[in-house]
């Protein structure tokens, strides 16, 4: 787990997919994404886990986690119907701000879609970020709001990862201008973490409880594994 940008901008060994008999599925909920009043949701929302991942973009450790949890947690627990997932943006950092901003840009049901882009290629644009100069870093805390975001995006190359998404430059800059956008997700940040004490990410809570110590696939998949085994009785 990691709590400081400084670290961040200076694949553990694979779990086996479980192998479950379960009947099919009647539909994919994957496809099933809404805008919660704290963050973004997908899956079905009367499984029987409800799962929420606080994830910083400038978190090494989230990206793996995203990277590491895809195939088991995605396609089959909430494909499968068995799982909700909520993602809340912990912010950290100005990156994590224009990060943040910047996946929400383009509507709910794009959001996913988007924050996987940016977990999955965080190495390159990290890199970028660790390759400018000092004066060239001093333009992000320089100039007004609109300013100082367009300069992390433009220099971290989000403006070229998100035309792909469906978002021109002055689509994206429509939104990174915005700071009572961005002032909102701050504040929802803090409301969120507050809520059940995170400190750092990634963070998770499960069925209503913070996971303590709890920070990595691995030991997420575990406690997955024995809630399924659980009858659900028992979770009230």
Do not use: K
């Amino acid at each position: 787990m990691t709590t400081r940008f400084a670290a961040a901008i200076a694949v553990a060994v694979a779990m086996p997919v479980a192998v479950w008999a379960v009947p099919a599925a009647a539909q994919n909920w994957n496809a099933q994404y809404a805008q919660t009043a704290t963050g973004h949701r997908v899956g079905n929302p009367d499984a029987d886990i409800q799962l929420i991942e606080y994830v910083s973009y400038t978190c090494p450790h989230c990206a793996q986690f995203e990277q590491e949890s895809e195939a088991e947690l995605r396609y089959f627990y909430v494909h499968e119907g068995q799982a909700t997932v909520e993602v809340r943006h912990f912010i950290r950092n100005i990156v994590d701000i224009v990060a943040a901003v910047s996946a929400e840009c383009g509507g709910a049901d794009a959001f996913y879609d988007n924050h996987r882009m940016f977990l999955n290629s965080q190495d390159e644009w990290m890199e970028r970020g660790r390759a400018l100069s000092a004066a060239q870093q001093a333009r992000w805390g320089a100039g007004d709001w609109g300013s100082r975001m367009r300069a992390i995006a433009s220099d971290l190359d989000f403006y070229e990862m998100m035309e792909p998404r469906g978002l021109s430059r002055t689509q994206l800059d429509a939104c990174l201008v915005d700071q009572s956008r961005a002032e909102r997700i701050v504040a929802m940040s803090d409301a969120n973490a507050a809520e059940f004490g995170v400190q750092g990410t990634p963070s998770f809570v499960l069925n209503g409880a913070l996971l303590d110590g709890v920070h990595s696939w691995q030991g997420l998949r575990e406690v997955l594994v024995a809630t399924r085994e659980t009858p659900p009785a028992a979770l009230q």
